[in-house]
């Protein structure tokens, strides 16, 4: 991707979570324990899937994915993070500065359309049952799975070429503890007003095409479950969706704190904060949702410890 700025900075400084020295110790242990279980259970995820036929459907499809995006997102942070702390520098030259950035929209982007979609799944799956296969057939997903990520590339792509086109000549100390937009506009001597602009309604858009995706199916799913005889019967639709839901709240939550709120009412510590969980610590326990509340998820991962204990035990 080529880069033209006009800027007189050639690097910025990212000053993490903490200035103080005695803490960075903690926090590299910390970060390095959660990217680690966040790479071993999202990789679990995956294989378990792959490996266990009868996971072989959409919804099955779709948290494998989930689990792909949660581990690009760690590693396109994580790692940079431990470096800057072990190495005791802060300093990301602007071109890798940009290359983060343009990572984190494709990843962040896709990730909001496949939950969108994982929504439409339960809502055919529990309103559609005796057609589930024929509305989430392989084309479908597929189909999704690429405009997901296509729309994710083409979004990143205008981002990462408006802001390499400002001009930063003053600070090049970035508030946080990777390259996002906000801090990035904040830091720019250029006029960003196109940059706020654009991240408000391009961003906004497509958090809408998911966000009606998810209300829509839920909606759908509600009357459903409602109009079920039994308590037994409701109780089972529901939690076949009560993971996605959490997983939804956790990740759109945090996005709508960091992002969709005046520029006035920031505060530095409780964005950091914030953004720890939607970067590090949802895609860490994303996998334990899903595995704990889903039998079929917990059975194929207790098939999967068998075989591994019994091939190391023989």
Request: aromatic letters at 14%; proline letters at 3%.
């Amino acid at each position: 991707m080529e880069i033209k700025n006009q800027s007189s900075v050639t690097y910025f400084i990212l000053l993490g979570l903490s200035d103080h020295s005695a803490q960075q110790a903690m926090l590299f242990a910390l970060f390095f324990i959660m990217y680690s279980v966040a790479l071993v259970s999202n990789s679990t995820i995956m294989a378990t899937i792959a490996v266990d036929p009868q996971l072989h459907t959409p919804m099955y499809f779709f948290i494998w994915n989930l689990s792909l995006v949660d581990i690009c997102m760690t590693t396109a942070i994580v790692p940079q993070l431990l470096f800057n702390i072990l190495s005791q520098s802060r300093t990301i030259s602007f071109s890798d500065c940009i290359t983060q950035l343009f990572f984190l929209i494709v990843i962040g982007n896709a990730n909001f359309l496949l939950l969108g979609a994982m929504a439409y799944d339960r809502y055919a799956a529990i309103c559609k049952p005796l057609h589930y296969f024929m509305v989430m057939d392989k084309k479908f997903c597929l189909g999704v799975l690429a405009g997901s990520w296509v729309v994710g590339l083409l979004h990143s792509l205008l981002h990462s070429m408006m802001i390499s086109r400002l001009s930063f000549c003053a600070s090049n100390l970035i508030q946080s503890f990777f390259c996002d937009l906000p801090p990035l506009l904040k830091l720019s001597c250029s006029d960003t007003t196109i940059n706020e602009l654009l991240l408000f309604t391009e961003a906004l858009s497509i958090i809408l095409i998911s966000v009606f995706s998810i209300v829509i199916s839920y909606s759908r799913i509600i009357l459903t479950i409602l109009s079920i005889r039994t308590r037994e019967g409701r109780m089972k639709a529901f939690s076949t969706c009560s993971s996605h839901l959490i997983v939804v709240t956790l990740y759109y939550g945090t996005i709508a704190f960091i992002y969709f709120r005046p520029s006035s009412s920031y505060s530095l510590e409780k964005d950091k904060a914030v953004t720890v969980v939607y970067t590090i610590i949802t895609p860490m326990l994303n996998p334990f949702i899903y595995s704990l509340r889903n039998q079929k998820m917990k059975e194929a991962l207790n098939k999967i410890c068998g075989r591994f204990i019994f091939f190391h035990m023989f």
